[in-house]
């Protein structure tokens, strides 16, 4: 089943297990953790973690595009990852180009559009030029939206959002008046996406770690005890039967007419 999944361009979905009925979320975000763990229980080192991970992120695009979800946010590299051994540090940076130099043809073929959100311009150079190259090549691309948050922390991202509009006051080009709510979701890195409708954390964590702080206000959450490179498409399928019996309501009594 899964390997028919895998070689079909558009998958069908209807038939095999894997098929989900009902709404899918249109914008999913996942944080994508436990690839530390996931290597030392097998007393591999943790890079082995990620470099598996990686692959996840792969088979949960895939499935992700195939059943119609719109965007896909994962967390790949936070502003605080900095922090972590320079080894380790080193070998996250290379893995962006090292998934797209072995899966761009595919992401292409899929119909997939790359996308970054984070702090593009202090990545490596090597990292920015994969990065660069994916996004180019699948700007006309409708597909599945694939939103990777590298060097992404989302109180730097609202500082700099509070920065701009303040500026922008300075100028005379907005009033105090101007400053919505509206506005301030205009000036986040996220402006031309919709807001996530699921958040997935793996691993048996139960936080945010300075994720899409603003844009989650309204998100069903989902956690797993499943570490990252772990996770698979009956997880991500199950996730979503879960989100489908939540009622979003938005703070009122019943949830809004679409
Ligand atoms: C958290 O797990 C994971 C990360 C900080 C990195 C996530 C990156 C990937 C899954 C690969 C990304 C792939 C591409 C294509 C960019 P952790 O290391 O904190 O796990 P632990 O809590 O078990 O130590």
Redesign the pocket.
């Known amino acids: 089943m899964f390997k028919k999944l895998f070689t079909q361009k558009q998958s069908q979905l209807e038939d095999g297990e894997l098929a989900v009925t009902g709404t899918v979320p249109s914008h999913i975000a996942i944080i994508?953790?436990?690839?530390?763990?996931?290597a030392?229980k097998r007393a591999l080192p943790?890079i082995a973690?990620?470099h598996e991970?990686?692959k996840?992120?792969r088979k949960i695009t895939r499935y992700a595009n195939d059943l119609g979800v719109k965007v896909l946010t994962?967390?790949?590299?936070?502003t605080e990852?900095w922090s972590r051994p320079k080894k380790e540090v080193e070998f996250?940076m290379r893995?962006?180009e090292e998934?797209l130099g072995t899966y761009l043809p595919e992401l292409i073929e899929q119909n997939v559009r790359v996308q970054t959100m984070g702090d593009f311009a202090s990545l490596p150079e090597h990292t920015q030029r994969a990065v660069q190259k994916a996004v180019d090549s699948t700007r006309e691309n409708t597909g599945l939206i694939l939103n990777?948050a590298?060097n992404y922390g989302s109180r730097a991202e609202i500082l700099h959002a509070v920065k701009a509009i303040t500026q922008a006051v300075n100028d005379g080009k907005l009033s105090p008046s101007d400053i919505t709510e509206q506005c301030i979701t205009e000036h986040l890195m996220t402006r031309d996406l919709i807001e996530p409708d699921l958040l997935i954390r793996t691993?048996g964590?139960v936080r945010l770690s300075n994720f899409m702080l603003w844009q989650l206000a309204y998100t069903e959450f989902w956690f797993t005890d499943v570490?990252?490179p772990d996770f698979d498409e009956n997880c991500l399928r199950e996730a979503i039967q879960v989100y489908q019996t939540r009622s979003r309501r938005y703070g009122g009594l019943e949830e809004p007419t679409k």
């Open positions: 994508m953790d436990g690839n530390g763990r996931w030392t943790r973690g990620h991970g990686m996840t992120v994962l967390y790949a590299f936070s990852n996250l893995l962006p998934f990777f590298l691993s964590e570490l990252w």
